[in-house]
């Protein structure tokens, strides 16, 4: 219970500031920090970040709901995103999120029992001249097909 | 902008020349000239936003249509409000609009009162050209609390009740969450609305996405008058609507009150007690004239009333209401004076520090505490004394003053207790059935027209005052 930023974060985040026009342009930053720390962003965090940025929690709210990055819970080891916008779209993204649905046996926003695997759909990776595409935590795959998901799962086990 | 803001400029707004204010945001001029122009996130209290996109009109050297709330009068601009490629820009814009909206205008509160609807039927949109697909569904019934419900999926994300969160009240309750075609209004999850203008929001919202849990499902709008009139919760004196309706089996009765625009006084919203306060003028109400705990006519209470102060050889003490109209006051005043009666009207029994704030809620809760002092009528308490013949004009602090002999007149019949210990107690009309004029605690003289005629109405204070000069029967 309860969120508070780590002193070494608290310091970089001071470092940072004197990038930025105003304390509020530190937002994402300091979302970033917080999913650095936590893994998600608890309403705890939400209440200690509008505080710290001096905005009210509500702004906060929006921009964590905004961005498909931000989580509101705490997600799998491996959190799965899948592009869902035009190109991926027309490049077969139907199909691999129904064979991702199938192999993992959970569906959009769900994480797998044994806590390893969450899938998400998420808006333009940037990657559309090798779409279908999907991020796993920090890594882009591209080009995919069941097999190569076959692969790059059989991979993270 | 606002350095040029004021001089006098010549624009043609569909082959009509009219003079301007340089730099005014185009909208507004538009529709201060009666021209109809369709709008969702504009609004006069909280400005221009630009995001609803319905405002659009043709402006002669520009290629494409232009929101006209986002464009500023100048010099020579030659403006079309109504082309064939206007309406099918509208249309278009109102077809996206409609994409997800639910069609359960029936059962909408907002039904008749909705821009949705208004400008749906407006712009004939009967066929649309994009795919219906599965709507998209939201929650439909989320409580916001202070009596404000929303309904996610018939919200057209005009913003307007984020920013009034946001920029009037400054409460920030309200944001917009997620995005694209799942963008919603909404709160932070667990915590509610906490102010009390919350009720604004309903007003605000050009749709039926807001509404009020107090109105919603009571009454169709189409059937309701809205009569203009004044506030009587405080001092303020905030203009509002009371809407009220006469229909089959039953009488004359108050739906909601709304604001009413007035920049002097409360600009364009009110408070949510002063909105709910139109109940207390319909429940609990004093009907009939009660002389030692029966009921007696309109005729025998005058009678009584007579014989009580003609045989009264001690002092008289009047108590008056300090929100009964000026006129009433006036007329206690000259029965005050033919009787011999010293009359006082305490104002400090009014004053409710909790109730006030910085904005439109004013400590002093009674409405028409400057008309008292205007009167010169004495606002201390009186010292009464045990022979003393009190006659209440519905003061709050009567209650708690012994006396051995009372005269009630009530507006609320507030249990046996009272009805008993008066001796004799006169049913007297609410505001809202008599009409007269109040004093604001800034001193704006405002006039109140009668707003309710029931059907079997209860006498004004002016018109027992009358019947008891007469001595006889008053012929309305």
Known sequence: MGFAFTEENLEELEALAKRYPSKEALMLPALWKVMEQDGYVSMDAIDVVADYLGVPPMKVYGVVTFYTMFHLEPVGTYHIQLCRTLSCSLCGKGEILQYLRNKLGIDVGETTPDGKFTLSQVECLGSCGTAPVMQINDTLYENLTPEKVDEILEGLK | ?476
């Open chain 2, 1 to 476: 902008m606002s350095e040029t803001l004021g001089r006098k400029v010549k624009i043609s707004v569909d082959g009509r020349i009219i003079e301007a204010e340089e730099g005014a945001i185009l909208l507004q001029v538009l529709l201060k000239n009666g021209f109809e122009i369709p709008y969702y996130c504009y609004h006069e209290a909280l400005g221009p936003d630009g995001n609803c996109r319905m405002c659009m009109v043709e402006i002669e050297g520009k290629k494409r249509p232009q929101i006209s709330c986002d464009t500023f009068v100048e010099e020579g601009l030659v403006i079309h409000t109504n082309t064939e490629n206007i309406r099918k820009v509208r249309r278009e814009i109102l077809e996206l609009q409609l994409i997800n909206h639910p069609v359960d205008c029936p059962i909408c509160d907002q039904a008749g009162e909705c821009s949705l609807q208004d400008y749906y039927m407006e712009y004939g949109l009967y066929h649309g050209s994009v795919e219906k697909g599965k709507k998209l569904h939201f929650n439909k019934h989320l409580d916001l609390g202070r009596n404000v419900m929303l309904d996610q999926e018939r919200c057209v994300l005009c913003q307007r009740c984020t920013r009034f969160t946001t920029n009037i009240t400054q409460t920030n309750e309200l944001g917009i969450v997620w995005r694209a075609d799942h963008s919603c209004v909404s709160t932070l999850p667990g915590r509610k609305l906490e102010n009390g203008y919350a009720m604004n929001l309903v007003d605000l919202c050009p749709v039926g996405a807001l509404t009020s849990k107090d109105f919603r499902f009571q009454q169709r709008v189409w059937f309701l008058t809205p009569t203009p009139s004044v506030c009587h919760g405080c001092a303020k004196g905030c203009n509002i609507f009371v809407d009220h309706a006469r229909l089959k089996y039953h009488d004359d009765t108050i739906y909601r009150f709304r604001p009413r625009k007035n920049p002097d006084i409360n600009g364009y919203f009110i408070c949510d007690d002063g909105r709910l306060s139109y109940k207390a003028l319909q429940t609990g109400r004093l009907e009939k004239a009660l002389f030692e705990g029966r009921e007696i006519g309109f005729d025998e209470a005058v009678r009584e009333l007579k014989k009580s102060v003609e045989c009264t050889t001690g002092r008289i003490v009047i108590l008056a209401d300090a929100n009964l109209y000026t006129e009433e006051l006036e007329m206690i005043q000259i029965f005050a004076n033919r009787i011999g009666a010293w009359l006082y009207a305490p104002l400090e029994s009014y004053i409710d520090e909790k109730f006030a704030d910085e904005w439109l809620r004013n400590a002093m809760r009674a409405a028409n505490a400057k008309g008292v002092e205007k009167l010169g009528i004495a606002t201390t308490m009186p010292e009464i004394k045990r022979d003393t013949l009190l006659i209440n004009f519905n003061h709050p602090v009567a209650d708690s003053l012994d006396v051995r002999r009372r005269i009630d007149f009530l507006t609320h019949a507030e249990g046996p207790e009272t009805g008993s210990r008066a001796d004799l107690t006169l049913p007297i009309a609410v505001w809202s059935e008599a009409s007269g004029t109040l004093i604001n605690i800034d001193g704006l003289e405002q006039r109140c027209e009668q707003v309710i005629y029931p059907s079997d109405p209860v006498p004004t204070v002016i018109r027992w005052l009358e019947a008891y000069e007469l001595g006889e029967r008053c012929i309305v």
